[in-house]
T-cell receptor
Framework: GAVVSQHPSWVICKSGTSVKIECRSL??????MFWYRQFPKQSLMLMAT?????????EQGVEKDKFLINHASLTLSTLTVTSAHPEDSSFYIC????????????FGPGTRLTVT | DQQVKQNSPSLSVQEGRISILNCDYT??????FLWYKKYPAEGPTFLIS?????DKNEDGRFTVFLNKSAKHLSLHIVPSQPGDSAVYFC??????????????FGKGTKLSVKP
């Protein structure tokens, strides 16, 4: 149990275009989903926290107009990178927390974004 | 300022021996700690966790020790296997006001287990 999927697993896009990444909890409901970014040889950096049906909470330094997050249901959250630039190239990972009462987060497999 | 530190970027161990991965933290409010394992180009996988009210938690080959006075925790893997080769992340969290806080991750330690 506790499987989280991400789609796509990798994407290449041109500078200036937008890319949408989906995160789904397959066998549990998640009131809270998280979006992380990982640079090579670096830790996972939390970008934002999204709760179903409400606006996402962004970490300091993360542009909310650039990284649009939508958490439309208890099993789906999306991250849209708008007007992508080469510096947005990174490994994006989502995680989902099951309904209140646990600390654990279950992570998706990640999405490798390359902006050319 | 890093609140969770994994000062060893890499560790190499012989198969069958013990692997000890260390993690230090600065925030005394952290009350829950987790270890995740990550393979390249994959998301982290939850391994084991420990609450601040305990000093040890064991699950099969994996044991996590917590020393609150030293703000230090460690993950022991015995015996180490080649399949354990991965990056291990330590994470900490604060439980406040009836809701769980976010996870703060260390930079990870790359473990290599040699046959």
């Amino acid at each position: 149990g506790a499987v989280v999927s991400q789609h796509p697993s990798w994407v290449i896009c041109k500078s200036g275009t937008s890319v949408k990444i989906e995160c789904r909890s397959l066998d549990f409901q998640a009131t809270t989903m998280f979006w992380y970014r990982q640079f090579p040889k670096q830790s996972l950096m939390l970008m934002a926290t999204s709760n179903e049906g409400s606006k996402a909470t962004y970490e300091q330094g993360v542009e909310k107009d650039k990284f649009l997050i939508n958490h439309a249901s208890l099993t789906l959250s999306t991250l849209t990178v708008t007007s992508a630039h080469p510096e947005d190239s990174s490994f994006y990972i989502c995680s989902a927390r099951p309904l209140a009462g646990v600390y654990e987060q279950y992570f998706g497999p990640g999405t490798r974004l390359t902006v050319t | 300022d890093q609140q969770v530190k994994q000062n060893s970027p890499s560790l190499s161990v012989q198969e069958g021996r013990i692997s000890i991965l260390n993690c230090d933290y600065t925030n005394s409010m952290f009350d829950y700690f987790l270890w995740y394992k990550k393979y390249p180009a994959e998301g982290p996988t939850f391994l084991i966790s420990i609450s601040s009210i305990k000093d040890k938690n064991e699950d099969g080959r994996f044991t996590v020790f917590l020393n609150k006075s030293a703000k230090h925790l460690s993950l022991h893997i015995v015996p180490s296997q080649p399949g354990d080769s991965a990056v291990y992340f330590c994470a900490a969290s604060v439980y406040y006001g009836g809701s769980q806080g976010n996870l703060i991750f260390g930079k990870g330690t790359k473990l290599s287990v040699k046959p």
